[in-house]
């Protein structure tokens, strides 16, 4: 009879995958930063659609690579939502669909959103931060500082994963 000679790497390995699909899936977002009705992959798309990468490095969306506004990578983990706001659901929709109702003065235009669009690309930001893919203090990656030459380092974890 077959005898799988690996079977103590089973566990583990189970273990492993379970963690990937839990990165991969909105379980991974706290309870305060669901959006409701938000649906991450929907905005993902409308994300690449309004070319918010023009301005912003976007983990997960083809040729985000600008530093015109700041970069939105590790989302979950920021405090404030333009420098004003909470950094919470409504607040970020309100601010996706009106930057400069809740930042007067913000250098981010108002783009055409429906109010669903606002709420999917939402729900898509706060699936950035849940689980840093590589260690705080090293380089970026080649493409995520975009054209600029000199190395970023990502941001330090001040605060313990969640
Ligand atoms: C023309 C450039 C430009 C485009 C296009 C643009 N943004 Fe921005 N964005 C900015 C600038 C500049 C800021 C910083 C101003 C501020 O925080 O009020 C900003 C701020 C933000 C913030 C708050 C960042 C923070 O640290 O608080 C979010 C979130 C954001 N943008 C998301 C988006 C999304 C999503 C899109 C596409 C729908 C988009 N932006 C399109 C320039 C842009």
Known sequence: MFQPRCRRALPPLLALGA????GCGDEAVPAELQVAGGDAARGRLAIAAHGCGACHV???IEGAVAWVGPPLMEWARRSYVGGRLPNAPENLVAF???PQAVSPGSAMPALP???SEAVDIAAYL???GQAPAVPPGQ???PGEA???PEPRLRPRLDRPAQ
Do not use: R, V
Request: glycine letters at 10%; aromatic letters at 4%.
């Open 19 to 22: 963690l990937l699909l839990a």
């Open 146 to 148: 975009g054209t600029l």
């Open 139 to 141: 380089p970026l990656a």
């Open 126 to 128: 706060y699936t950035l």
């Open 113 to 115: 959103l429906q109010q």
């Open 96 to 98: 996706l669909q009106n």
């Open 58 to 60: 976007i983990p997960g």
